[in-house]
């Protein structure tokens, strides 16, 4: 643990009321697997975050999967005080209620001309594409190899978001083309910015992540502190990203490690 990391874990066990804990879905709550319907959260993860719901000011999942999709695959629904970001911000679930707004036209047409730029590029037919409805996703992990497939996708995809108005998101072992304008650093601060009133700080923010999108939620939390707001950055770690291992306090053994350290906090 950094000293920092310290520091912000003593300032959320004095004052757990006015924290704020946020959490990826995918490799931190959710171990990964080769099949991305079939990701389901650990199973210690739900009653952890239940049991802290009622301790802390708000928690907070921010996920680039469709916000109801997580609540599914998570096991969520029951959660009270609960909110989930899906589409790195662009979706909302609190209480029951889903909040989606329409795609941009780019997410269409990125759709429609995606089968032919994987043929063209020989793509192999373990790669797999996941619509989300606000964004579509290439996989790879399935492929006989899925590095230098990414590798070899890359820059078409990286094409086709330009071409579209959109954005390319890598992460581990996938490519997603999305709308530009929202990362889940400005999804966390956006939400502690409502989740706080008066312009108030939190006691506290924790972040937990695993894969290159969550080093935005990594900047967040380092301006937070800027600004005299402890913070934490949780990494559930793997041997397939080791970037937010780098700039973490404390790094656990992936979703177990990651549902070991909430029930540690409870007793705190």
Known sequence: MTAAGAAGLDALRRDPSAAVLGFDFDGTLAPIVDDPAAARA???????LARLAPRVRALVIVTGRP????????????????????????????????TVPEPPPGVAEARAALPGILAAAGAPAEVSVEDKGQAVAVHTRRA?????????????????????????????????VRPPGMDKGQALRGFIDTAVPDGAHPSAVLFAGDDLGDLAAYDAIDALRAEGVPGIKLCSGSAEVTALAERADLVVDGPAGVVAFLNGLLPA
């Open 67 to 98: 916000a109801g999709v997580a609540v599914e695959y998570g096991g969520f629904a029951g959660i009270d005080g609960l909110v989930v970001l899906g589409q790195y911000g662009l979706e909302r679930w609190e209480s029951g209620e889903l």
């Open 42 to 48: 650990h199973p210690g993860a739900a009653p952890a």
């Open 144 to 176: 006989p190899e899925p590095q230098a497939v990414f590798e070899r996708l890359r820059g078409p995809l990286a094409e086709l978001a330009e071409r579209t108005g959109l954005v390319l998101e890598p992460g581990r072992f996938v490519l997603e």
